[in-house]
């Protein structure tokens, strides 16, 4: 009898890792080890109605690699995902542990900033890109530089959604790669999309 309650106690601890190894591996990315899109914006739902209660500032993050289509051209698939995993590296070395941070598609990442302030964010932002932009990816021996654009907006009641908090940070991300890359871009709600800092 207690060989075989110990088996199904052993069996109920594998059956639990098992299921907690699942459970980890189903909302992360394979590649970068952040979270993955899916589970990302289940956290970002979750942190936009909860911002609607307590009114924190908190900033929603949007960062990709400027002309990624170029190192995958250029150095090839397997190039641009040690370039993917670079940044995912200095990304999740800057993240506070209050920060959900993932890879939100391909070359693109998105972070909540926890009781940041847009000022705050821009500085947590700047940090990433100029750290990026002094780092490099050898690769076969070859040496790969590239920068990233970012945008940044602010919790607002005026996002009816947790959508259009997505929209306005990728707004402001446009806006950082249209006026040339390599640069943070603030989003501001009541400029009509169009002021900036």
Sequence with gaps: ??????????????????????????????????????????CQEQEFSRFQRHKTPTCLL???????????DGYGHAAGDEAILHLAKILRKNLRETDIGGRYGGEEYAVILTETDAKHAKIFAERIRRLVEASHVMY????????????????????????????????????????????????????NDNAEQ
Excluded: C
């Design 1 to 42: 009898i207690i060989y075989d309650v110990t088996d199904v106690a052993m069996s109920n601890k594998a059956l639990e890792s098992a299921n907690q190894q699942l459970e980890f591996l189903s909302r992360t990315d394979r590649l970068t080890g952040l979270n993955n899109r899916g589970y990302w914006q289940e």
């Design 62 to 72: 949007i960062f990709d690699i400027d002309h990624f289509k170029r190192v995958n």
């Design 140 to 191: 076969n021996g070859i040496e790969i530089k590239f920068t990233i654009s970012l945008g940044i907006a602010e919790y607002s009641d005026l996002f009816v959604n947790h959508q259009n908090w997505i929209e306005a940070a990728d707004s402001a991300l446009y806006k950082a790669k249209t006026a040339g890359r390599n640069q943070v871009k603030i989003y501001q709600p009541n400029a």
